[in-house]
């Protein structure tokens, strides 16, 4: 319909899927090669607490919450480039299966990273001495 489908719980809306002229556009300040206007599919709730679960199966998928935070359940295999904006932290291990680079520089086993392209002051005991 022209205001998009909207989803009901026992007594009140809790979002629309729809087009940015039916369910509004979420991303109003966005920049995207291709205006967000006329060319988007929106599904959004109508604020916090509420949630957008995707799923192929129990147990699985997304898990999208209010605050813009997002949950996988399962595995996540990207076949492209990941430009990550933010800040990143990993709470288990990572494998690197190619180059590892810093700003450009590439980082090599047993490097140590002293950041000092001169082979640095670091005798590789840590913490530094003299700090």
């Given at each position: 319909?022209?205001?998009?489908?909207e989803?009901?719980n026992?007594?009140?809306?809790?979002?629309?899927?729809?087009?940015?002229?039916?369910?509004?556009?979420?991303?109003p300040?966005?920049?995207?090669?291709?205006?967000?206007?006329?060319?988007?599919?929106?599904?959004?709730?109508?604020?916090?607490?509420?949630?957008?679960?995707?799923?192929?199966?129990?147990?699985?998928?997304?898990?999208?919450l209010?605050?813009?935070?997002?949950?996988?359940?399962?595995?996540?295999?990207?076949?492209?480039?990941?430009?990550?904006?933010?800040?990143?932290?990993?709470?288990?291990?990572?494998?690197?299966?190619?180059?590892?680079?810093?700003?450009?520089?590439?980082v090599?086993?047993?490097?140590?990273?002293?950041?000092?392209?001169?082979?640095?002051?670091?005798?590789?005991?840590?913490?530094?001495?003299?700090?």
């Open positions: 319909t022209k205001k998009g489908m989803f009901w026992t007594k009140e809306s809790i979002g629309t899927i729809g087009t940015t002229d039916s369910a509004g556009n979420p991303f300040g966005a920049s995207t090669p291709t205006p967000l206007e006329d060319n988007s599919l929106v599904i959004r709730t109508n604020g916090d607490g509420k949630y957008i679960l995707i799923s192929p199966k129990e147990g699985k998928g997304w898990v999208i209010g605050n813009g935070t997002s949950i996988l359940f399962g595995s996540l295999n990207l076949q492209e480039k990941l430009n990550a904006f933010g800040d990143a932290e990993f709470m288990k291990n990572v494998n690197i299966r190619g180059k590892l680079t810093i700003n450009g520089q590439e090599f086993p047993g490097q140590g990273g002293s950041g000092n392209n001169d082979g640095g002051s670091w005798n590789g005991i840590y913490p530094p001495e003299g700090n």
